[in-house]
């Protein structure tokens, strides 16, 4: 199987903050086949598409690019505009969206943006998008306001942001909101707290310690950790956009989510128009590798149409 090149870094271009971004990535395969961009969730580097996987599906004959979102791994961070957690949380549960507003340096769309100036710095006019978690949302995001660019749209253990929908219980949320020790061996030994959203039956305590110390060696960034998770809250509903998309659409949820209930994938699925679902048993807010073939399979007939 194809290797990854080495790591690059896509030239920079300016977004809404009138910030440089450049955007860390990798990519598998050959360019010559169907480009398919990883776009990966919240406070998680693009470790969080195992190489394995990624060299599993260039094998099938993709060319295949997972990528750090900004304020995350190797790419831009927007040290400049400081967001604390407590006071962003405070603002949305008392209602003055104006205050949390102004506390977003960057919005959705503009990470949808970073995923698709990245296909141009890297010669690709069209790809098919895959999204995890938050990463589905960055994805929905690229397929309303970059229709032209997105061949298909892969939503994975996403949610439309409708608030009656995909949350989470209140065991994840907690998981979610406590920050991890700053040390290296709390930060890894705390990995096994998510567990609370695995696969009941693949839930691997170990493998999560080994992406959190690989993550932490690579590029332990917590501040970065609110800014995300502003965009993504502030994006609001997708609703009646995801009415008007007309492009191929695969949503994959596993029934053993609590992080987002598997409600967010079933409501996703009833939004597009033609969407396919595929509801997951034994995978939770994961991706065991015993349930690599079904979803390989799964994304590969839905991205063999071009």
């Known amino acids: 199987m194809t290797p990854p090149t080495d790591p690059k870094q896509a030239p920079a271009h300016a977004d809404a903050c009138s910030k440089s971004i450049t955007i860390e990535h990798e990519v598998f395969g050959d360019p010559a086949h169907p480009a398919v961009l990883l776009v990966m969730g919240f406070g998680t580097q693009l470790l969080g598409w195992d190489v394995d996987f990624c060299r599993m599906l260039a094998a099938r004959g993709r060319y295949v690019i997972r990528y750090d979102n900004r304020d995350c791994g190797l790419s831009t961070k927007l040290e400049e505009h400081p967001v604390h957690l407590g006071d962003f949380i405070t603002a949305m549960t008392s209602g003055d969206f104006d205050r949390a507003l102004a506390m977003a340096p960057y919005s959705l769309r503009d990470m949808a943006g ?73 930060y890894v030994a705390a990995a096994e707290r998510e567990l609370v959203w695995a696969s009941r039956r ?100 839905h991205t063999n149409f071009i």
């Open 114 to 186: 970073d995923g698709m100036d990245l296909l141009t710095d890297l010669g690709i006019e069209r790809a098919h998008v895959i999204g995890s978690s938050m990463g589905g949302m960055i994805a929905q995001k690229m397929a309303i306001e970059f229709p032209d660019r997105v061949l298909s749209l892969t939503s994975m253990m996403s949610s439309t942001g409708e608030q009656e929908y995909g949350q989470s219980t209140p065991e994840a949320q907690q998981v979610l909101f406590s920050p991890r020790p700053a040390d290296r061996d709390g």
């Open 202 to 301: 693949y839930g691997d305590a170990a493998q999560l310690r080994a992406l959190a110390a690989a993550s932490y060696d690579r590029a332990y960034y917590p501040p970065g950790v609110p800014r995300q998770l502003a965009a993504m809250i502030l994006d609001g509903s997708r609703a009646e956009k995801l009415k008007t998309l007309d492009v191929p659409t695969l949503v994959i949820h596993g029934l053993d989510d609590t992080l987002i209930h598997p409600s967010g994938g079933r409501r996703t699925a009833e939004l597009v128009p033609g969407a396919q679902l595929l509801l997951v048993e034994d995978m939770g807010h994961d991706r065991p590798r015993a349930l690599w073939p079904h979803l390989m399979h799964a994304i590969s007939e």
